[in-house]
């Protein structure tokens, strides 16, 4: 019997051999490997990603969604395509995409984030087919898009549904695999087709417009059937051409938001320091030391150069599209995770294809079979546990955003709870908001519709508190919560001298706006002024202001740079009006009267030195502004 052990074990593991065989050949021979990695694929996404759906919205979606919202779809059309229009970049697609999804779902937050992750899985499902058809390897392709799907790193590029980089990432990647497939097989439609996708991808943001130099570069080293002369040209001058129309809008639009910018400059230094930091984070594309990333870098750097040398085009290839990719966010002024969106699909090939050399350098210079599968298996563990380790971290990164996200949209719970709706015309004016106005006007706008207007004191212009039916004023109390006052419309205060009161060293109080005159104990006087540099300001002021009683005792005080520090004097151009609003809370013991004055003005703080009223060129005696007229009731 012990004889028979032996053979019956061999006899086992033979008939698994001939079973793994024969189940190896069924998927290569039906090509059924693609169809089962993109599954795979598919169920990674899923999981990593599932703890997002329910996250909601966050900052630039409420913007979105007022811009879809708050217009008929011809006005968005037309408004989706004015390069005047737009915030900053020109990106049409963009605009069109949210005009869609808001027709078809509204507000509701889950099907955005479904369309967002279908778009990043469709792009993992492409990658395999991209890196297997280039590489002609699928299991490369597999390992590639696997470590890809779930990578911490950009993470927030699919949670953020706003962020654009998965759209304008799939067109990248489908004009790649349409531009193969026209190299291959000819064909002006196909062109038209790889054309189109370079157009959308370019108008989806400003990442893809590399896009041309990496066609070039597929047309010559990739596809090995490269065209000459007039041939050559005319299929790839189409791409180039319509780069130079972009840039040529593209930086119209930049040159007129920059000249109304504060200060925006970028040195060549910095470029470069941006550019390291991204193709370190290529290199190395997770969470650890620096010092590895840089290290990885430089292996990074030499095995280009042995590309360069021994003239390994795919190598090379990936050698050069690498940096491509980040090269457009070099003019920025810090290293961002989520811009690594469609870079990291670089590094990611090179992981599949550094899995498959090392496999096929296994099975070809082992003598040994039993130490070759067990090589290869321990290289596969190590890719599923590495894809696994990365699920994990990308759900748990989904939670926390879902937890921010819903903490950002408490901070508004107060108003919701307060008031139920507003009627039309009613203004909400936020000091110092607790996130960007033209944030929170999408969030009151998915509470209330067009009745609301929404400003801040963050951008320069007027509050403009009297010119609606309705005005309510936010500011952050007590433990931020936010406070509210609702404007009196009737209020008047006195003040003299009258404005506009010209300051020494070229600073004018332009004009006023109070949202009271009355206030209880344990309320607050608010008083907005607006400041005007006539020259550039070559000192930080302090502003000042001093609710006084009738003897002239100070109850209440305001002693700050303007936006509570935020935004000191040296900032200022020359010609910006800059509002202020100045907040004096009422103590419980502050007596009842109707005889209080705020005394206003400005002072160097090193030396505690007032700057005084001008009358020409002359002095007047008198450094601050008297406003007169509140009462304090019981």
Request: neutral net charge.
């Amino acid at each position: 019997m012990t004889e028979l052990v032996p053979d019956r074990l061999l006899s086992i593991r033979s008939g698994l051999h001939v079973f793994v065989l024969k189940a190896r050949f069924w998927i290569l021979g039906a090509g059924l490997l693609p169809v089962i990695g993109a599954f795979v694929v598919g169920i990674v996404v899923l999981v990593g990603y599932y703890p997002d759906l329910n996250a909601g919205f966050w900052q630039d979606d409420f913007y979105n969604l007022e811009a879809a919202g708050s217009r008929s779809w011809s006005d968005y059309l037309i408004w989706s395509f004015d390069p005047k229009a737009q915030p900053l970049e020109y990106r049409p697609v963009q605009h069109l995409l949210w005009g869609v999804q808001y027709l078809l779902f509204g507000s509701d937050a889950l099907r955005y984030h479904v369309i967002q992750n279908t778009v990043h899985l469709l792009n993992c499902i492409l990658l395999f087919a991209v890196i297997g058809r280039l590489c002609r390897n699928w299991r490369a392709g597999l390992v590639g898009a696997l470590i890809y799907s779930v990578l911490p790193t950009f993470s927030l590029s699919v949670f953020w549904v706003s962020v654009t980089d998965p759209p304008a990432a799939f067109f990248y990647l489908l004009a790649i695999w349409m531009w193969v497939d026209y190299l291959e097989k000819g064909s002006g439609a196909r062109l038209a087709l790889t054309f189109l996708l370079f157009v959308m991808g370019l108008f989806s943001k400003e990442i893809v417009l590399t896009l041309p130099i990496a066609l070039l570069l597929v047309d010559r080293w990739l596809v090995a059937k490269p065209a000459q002369g007039k041939e050559w040209v005319a299929r790839n001058a189409p791409f180039f051409l319509f780069l130079l129309f972009w840039v040529f809008l593209e930086w119209n639009i930049l040159a007129g938001k920059l000249a109304t910018a504060e200060s925006y400059h970028v040195d060549l230094g910095t470029i470069l320091s941006v550019l390291a930091s991204y193709i370190a984070a290529l290199t190395f594309p997770w969470g650890i030391d620096s010092a590895v990333r840089y290290l990885t870098m430089l292996a990074y750097v030499g095995l280009s150069a042995y590309a360069l040398a021994a003239r390994k085009f795919r190598l090379l290839f990936l050698g050069i599209i690498g940096p491509l990719t980040v090269l457009p966010m070099a003019g920025g002024a810090g290293v961002g995770p989520r811009y690594l969106y469609l870079p990291l699909m670089v590094s990611a090939t090179c992981i599949g294809i550094i899995f498959e050399s090392a496999r096929k350098f296994i099975r070809t210079h082992s003598s040994k079979r039993a130490f070759a599968f067990l090589a290869c298996n321990v290289l596969v563990f190590v890719v599923v546990g590495l894809t696994i380790s990365e699920s994990q971290g990308t759900a748990e990164a989904a939670v926390a955003f879902a937890t921010n996200a819903s903490q950002e949209r408490l901070q508004f719970r107060p108003i919701f709870q307060q008031h139920p709706s507003f009627g039309p015309d009613t203004l909400l004016y936020f000091i110092e908001p607790p996130i960007r106005t033209y944030f929170s006007s999408g969030i009151m706008f998915l509470r209330y519709g067009a009745n609301v207007i929404v400003r801040g004191n963050e951008y320069a212009g007027l509050a403009e508190l009297r010119q609606h039916k309705a005005a309510y004023v936010f500011y952050q109390g007590e433990q931020g919560i936010l406070s509210e006052q609702q404007v009196d419309q009737a209020a008047v205060a006195t003040v003299s001298p009258a404005p506009p009161v010209q300051f020494s060293h070229s600073l004018r109080l332009e004009g006023f706006e109070v949202v009271n005159t009355k206030a209880k104990p344990d309320q607050a006087i608010i008083l907005i002024l607006y400041w005007r540099a006539q020259e550039k300001i070559d000192k930080d002021y302090t502003v000042f202001a001093h609710l006084l009683d009738k003897n002239g005792t100070i109850v209440a005080s305001h002693d700050s740079q303007p936006h509570r520090g935020a935004w000191p004097m040296t900032l200022w151009r020359a010609g910006d009006l800059v509002e202020d609003a100045i907040i004096l809370p009422i103590n419980s013991d502050v007596p009842p009267g109707s005889d209080y004055r705020i005394e206003a003005g400005l002072y160097y703080l090193p030396t505690m030195e007032r700057l005084p009223f001008l009358d020409g060129n002359q002095g007047t005696g008198r450094d601050s502004v008297i406003f007169s007229s509140f009462t304090v009731e019981r």
